[in-house]
């Protein structure tokens, strides 16, 4: 059997994307509204990154906004950037704009002051959107290697159906898609906790096992610091009701989702670029909008999600597929659910079963089929921060 | 179908697919327990007495201690399994470290 395909788009810097998008960048909070009227001109081919940092921070999360916005015009799911500024921010348009350049996308900066004001800003991006989408859509879908793929696997709004059935059954493709050459990229950390022994298991050396365990203890020292029982966030209220008890439990069935064997190849910050085959952990929190955010950041081009009580949760361009393992979510959030694997409980499937299906669908939507997430508009984006904005 | 799913042969507790009501039999391999107490879908129940302060296994690993004993039959969650993992409760209250500040002048000598 040959390996399996997906249509793509083929970047000029060897990268492929599952989308191909119009991205709208506002360099800062102020600029977000106008960034997102320009998008919503375009839509949905133009999409935008509304975010409330880029002004105002301290160094480190100053750096952590600039290179997550930066990773988003670099990402092969984008087309073209168009980066709106106000001009007084700390954020740099140029920079974001050098960092689709550098990717080989046409990127062009509108700037709210030096443009006289919201209206004719908007006017002047509308009009660049429009022909950047027009260009757009003439780039044509190619045949691509599975190996080109970085799948972002995440859990949310879980249950005790998550760790049984479609956190594992996502485990199984995470593993079928390492073994073809593709990656994975697990975020989360504080739902590592408890399952690390695990992970570091899998780590082809001490160091890599090392840099796995230092960002978990320093998660779990800064839950400790505040004197706090991590209970009631870890698991949260609505876990705890569908039948997790600790952390521990939680991580457990949440780890699953990351592959039963694939190496643990790498650690990296959030948003961090993933460059290694098997499977990366990303130093991200466990809010869903923000770990998703910073997985697709370091280059994942299809999110797979697992929830058990149901999430609405997308991403400005990356798709992203709902499984859910509890027959009554599928039924009663089945407008925000794209795959139902609850079969794994009751026995109408098996496991692999579910697995082989959930790995067609990777491949369609990888491929352009539209997703829950995306034919509902959803496209949340969160950056991460970690100190006081001043 | 067993309304009862288990792991890992070394785990202690099972999970319930469905409501159980007390008095109900279920079984793991060859051995029933009978339900103590109303356990709801998707919570867990001990599939054999767990002494206080010993491990509560799921997936083959340990997913908290046991508060008190739990007899076979019980409904396991919250109320009788602590976490071992990020207990800040539990933790000595520190002094915030002083070294490098500079230490506030008296409220009286502000305005001085």
Same mark, same amino acid.
């Given at each position: 059997m040959s390996a399996p395909v997906f249509q793509g788009y083929r970047r000029p810097d060897g990268r492929v994307g599952t989308r191909n998008h119009v991205l709208v960048v506002p360099t800062v909070i102020c600029a977000s509204v106008v960034a997102e009227r320009v998008a919503a001109a375009v839509a949905p081919i133009g999409t935008a990154l509304p975010h409330?940092?880029?002004?105002? /921070?301290?160094g480190p999360d100053m750096h952590v906004t600039h290179d997550t916005l930066a990773a988003y015009c670099g990402h092969? $799911? %984008?087309g073209a950037v168009l980066v709106i500024a106000l001009g007084c921010? /700390?954020? %740099?348009a140029q920079r974001l704009a050098e960092a689709a350049r550098a990717a080989g996308k046409p990127a062009e900066i509108v700037a709210i002051q030096s443009e006289g004001g919201t209206v004719r800003a908007t006017a002047r991006a509308t009009s660049i959107a429009r022909a950047m989408a027009a260009d757009l859509a003439r780039t044509p879908r190619e045949a691509c290697d599975v190996s080109s793929l970085i799948l972002s696997v995440k859990c949310g709004? =879980? !249950?005790?159906t998550s760790g049984l059935a479609s956190n594992p059954a996502l485990g199984l493709v995470a593993d079928r898609l390492v073994d073809l050459g593709g990656s994975a990229v697990l975020g989360e950390i504080a739902e590592i906790m408890g399952a690390e022994h695990l992970l570091a298991a899998r780590a082809p050396n001490a160091e890599t096992a090392g840099r796995l365990l230092r960002v978990i203890n320093r998660v779990e020292s800064e839950a400790m610091a505040l004197g706090l029982d991590i209970r009631g966030t870890q698991p949260s209220p609505g876990n705890i009701r569908g039948g997790l008890t600790t952390i521990e439990e939680k991580s457990l069935g949440a780890t699953h989702k990351g592959g039963?064997?694939?190496?643990?190849a790498d650690v990296v910050p959030?948003?961090?670029? @993933?460059?290694?085959?098997g499977l990366t952990v990303m130093d991200t929190p466990g809010l869903d909008v923000e770990s998703v955010t910073g997985m697709v950041g370091g280059g994942a081009q299809v999110v797979v999600f697992t929830t058990g009580l149901g999430t609405p949760t997308g991403n400005p361009i990356a798709p992203v597929i709902k499984i859910t393992g509890n027959a009554r979510t599928a039924a009663s959030m089945a407008d925000n659910i794209?795959? !139902? %694997? =609850?079969g794994v409980l009751d026995d109408r499937e098996t496991l692999d079963a579910a697995a082989a299906r959930l790995f067609d669908d990777v491949l369609a939507v990888a491929s352009g089929k539209e997703t829950a997430t995306e034919r509902l508009g959803f496209r949340e984006f969160a950056i991460h921060r970690r100190n006081p904005t001043i | 179908m067993n309304p009862v799913i288990v @792991?890992? %042969?070394? !785990? $202690?507790v099972g999970t319930a697919l469905e409501t159980l009501e007390p008095g109900r039999v279920v079984t793991r391999d060859a051995a029933a327990i009978t339900v103590r107490e109303r356990i709801p879908r998707g919570h867990k129940i001990a599939l054999a007495a767990i002494a206080a302060g010993a491990p509560v296994i799921k997936y083959g690993n340990s997913i908290g201690t046991a508060t008190s004993e739990i007899a076979a039959g019980a409904h396991v969650h919250t109320h009788n399994v602590s976490s071992a993992r990020g207990r800040g409760d539990l933790a000595s209250r520190r002094e915030v470290p002083q070294d490098g500040r500079i230490a506030e002048p008296p409220d009286d000598r502000r305005n001085a």
């Open positions: 409330t940092a880029g002004c105002g /921070q301290l092969p $799911n %984008v921010e /700390q954020v %740099v709004g =879980s !249950d005790y039963e064997r694939t190496p643990l959030y948003a961090g670029r @993933i460059t290694r085959k794209d795959l !139902d %694997v =609850s | @792991i890992s %042969v070394a !785990d $202690n």
